[in-house]
C-alpha cells in the first residue's frame, strides 16, 4: 500500500529556466542508473525476498526515498522548463520552435508530448526499460549490483554539478549526491553482513557445490590480452577473496579443443551450406511430407 504526501524531502527551486539543462538531468531520472532505476530495482528485490526482517525492511525503506527522488528531479526538470521560450536560439530559428529545439540542444519532446514536464526518458530521449532493474533473490549478488548503482549514479550527479553554475540545480544535486553517498554504504555494509552471519557467501551462490565446476580453473587468471602489468594485481597471485583457493597467472589459456565440424541446420530455414541445393530440397519435401520439425 502507497500514500502520497505532497512535499518534497528537499527545498530546492533552479535560479532561471533552463530547458537545455533539463535534457541533461533527464539522465538521473530516466536513465539506466536514473533515481527510476533504483526505485524499482529496489522495490522488486522486496517484493521478491523470502528472508523476513531487517533486509528487506532495508530494501522497501531505501526504496520508497527513491520513489521521492524521482518525485524531486520530476518537479526541478519540470521548473527548469517553465517559461523557458523554446526557439529562443537566434532570429533564424526563432519562427521554428522544433528546430530551434534540436539546435538549441533541447529536448523537443519535453514541450511537444510533455507539455512542458518530465520525460520517463534519459538525456537522449531513449525510453526507460525494465531491463535496467537487477532482482534476482539473492542478497549478496543484489546487494553487490545495488552499490554499484549508486556508484554509477553518484557519479552521473557529480558530472551534472559541474555542467551548471545555477544555485538551485546544484541544491538539489549537492543532496542526491549526499544521500548516494549514505546509500553506497549501507548497501556495502548490508552485503558485509550477509556475509558475516553466514547467509551468503562468495562465490555466488556459494551454496551451489564448487566441485561441480572445472576447479582446475576456477583461480586461474587467463590473460588474453598483451598487457603484462595485470599480472602484477592482487587478482593474479595470492589467496582468492572467496578464501577457497590461491590465484594463479597464465599467458593465454591453459586449457584448448579441436574446432568442431559447423552445424547442418533443417534445410527449411535456407541457409547456405556444403550441401548441394537439390539434395536440401529433396531434404525440405521430406520432412514436409513427414510432417517432422
Same mark, same amino acid.
Request: glycine share 10%.
Given at each position: 500500500?502507497?500514500?502520497?504526501?505532497?512535499?518534497?524531502?528537499?527545498?530546492?527551486?533552479?535560479?532561471?529556466?533552463?530547458?537545455? *539543462?533539463?535534457?541533461?538531468?533527464?539522465?538521473?531520472?530516466?536513465?539506466?542508473?536514473?533515481?527510476?532505476?533504483?526505485?524499482?530495482?529496489?522495490?522488486?528485490?522486496?517484493?521478491?525476498?523470502?528472508?523476513?526482517?531487517?533486509?528487506?525492511d532495508?530494501?522497501?525503506?531505501?526504496?520508497?526515498e527513491?520513489?521521492?527522488?524521482?518525485?524531486?528531479?520530476?518537479?526541478?526538470?519540470?521548473?527548469?522548463?517553465?517559461?523557458?521560450?523554446?526557439?529562443?536560439?537566434?532570429?533564424?530559428?526563432?519562427?521554428?520552435?522544433?528546430?530551434?529545439?534540436?539546435? #538549441?540542444?533541447?529536448?523537443?519532446?519535453?514541450?511537444?508530448?510533455?507539455?512542458?514536464?518530465?520525460?520517463?526518458?534519459?538525456?537522449?530521449?531513449?525510453?526507460w526499460?525494465?531491463? *535496467?532493474?537487477?532482482?534476482?533473490g539473492?542478497?549478496?549478488?543484489?546487494?553487490? &549490483?545495488? &552499490?554499484? &548503482?549508486?556508484?554509477?549514479?553518484?557519479l552521473?550527479?557529480?558530472? %551534472?554539478?559541474?555542467?551548471? &553554475?545555477?544555485k538551485?540545480?546544484?541544491?538539489?544535486?549537492?543532496? %542526491?549526491?549526499?544521500?548516494? $553517498?549514505?546509500?553506497?554504504?549501507?548497501?556495502?555494509?548490508?552485503?558485509?553482513?550477509?556475509?558475516?552471519?553466514?547467509?551468503?557467501?562468495?562465490?555466488?551462490?556459494?551454496?551451489?557445490?564448487?566441485?561441480?565446476?572445472?576447479?582446475?580453473?576456477?583461480?586461474?587468471?587467463?590473460?588474453?590480452?598483451? #598487457?603484462?602489468?595485470?599480472?602484477?594485481?592482487?587478482?593474479?597471485?595470492?589467496?582468492?577473496?572467496?578464501?577457497?583457493g590461491?590465484?594463479?597467472?597464465?599467458?593465454?589459456?591453459?586449457?584448448?579443443?579441436?574446432?568442431?565440424?559447423? $552445424?547442418?541446420?533443417?534445410?527449411?530455414l535456407?541457409?547456405?551450406?556444403?550441401?548441394?541445393?537439390?539434395?536440401?530440397?529433396?531434404?525440405?519435401?521430406?520432412?514436409?511430407?513427414?510432417?517432422?520439425?
Amino acid at each position: 500500500m502507497f500514500f502520497h504526501k505532497q512535499e518534497l524531502q528537499f527545498k530546492s527551486k533552479p535560479d532561471k529556466p533552463d530547458a537545455v *539543462y533539463a535534457r541533461k538531468l533527464q539522465e538521473v531520472l530516466g536513465g539506466q542508473y536514473g533515481e527510476i532505476t533504483v526505485a524499482m530495482q529496489y522495490m522488486f528485490q522486496g517484493w521478491n525476498m523470502h528472508l523476513p526482517g531487517k533486509y528487506r525492511d532495508l530494501v522497501f525503506g531505501i526504496a520508497s526515498e527513491e520513489i521521492g527522488h524521482v518525485e524531486m528531479l520530476a518537479t526541478m526538470i519540470a521548473q527548469l522548463l517553465e517559461d523557458d521560450p523554446i526557439g529562443a536560439t537566434g532570429k533564424a530559428v526563432q519562427d521554428d520552435p522544433t528546430i530551434a529545439a534540436v539546435v #538549441g540542444g533541447q529536448d523537443v519532446q519535453h514541450a511537444i508530448v510533455a507539455g512542458a514536464g518530465a520525460r520517463l526518458v534519459d538525456s537522449n530521449g531513449n525510453p526507460w526499460q525494465g531491463s *535496467y532493474v537487477t532482482a534476482s533473490g539473492n542478497l549478496l549478488a543484489d546487494f553487490t &549490483a545495488n &552499490a554499484n &548503482a549508486e556508484m554509477q549514479g553518484r557519479l552521473q550527479v557529480a558530472r %551534472l554539478y559541474h555542467m551548471t &553554475a545555477d544555485k538551485g540545480v546544484r541544491d538539489l544535486l549537492s543532496f %542526491l549526491l549526499a544521500r548516494d $553517498t549514505m546509500h553506497q554504504n549501507q548497501w556495502l555494509a548490508a552485503a558485509k553482513e550477509i556475509q558475516e552471519e553466514g547467509l551468503e557467501l562468495l562465490p555466488v551462490p556459494s551454496n551451489f557445490p564448487q566441485k561441480l565446476e572445472a576447479t582446475e580453473v576456477s583461480y586461474q587468471y587467463l590473460n588474453f590480452s598483451d #598487457g603484462a602489468t595485470a599480472s602484477e594485481g592482487s587478482w593474479a597471485s595470492g589467496p582468492t577473496p572467496d578464501g577457497n583457493g590461491t590465484f594463479s597467472y597464465h599467458d593465454g589459456p591453459t586449457t584448448t579443443a579441436p574446432m568442431p565440424p559447423p $552445424t547442418t541446420p533443417d534445410p527449411r530455414l535456407y541457409g547456405t551450406s556444403g550441401v548441394p541445393n537439390k539434395v536440401e530440397k529433396v531434404k525440405s519435401t521430406v520432412k514436409d511430407a513427414l510432417h517432422r520439425e
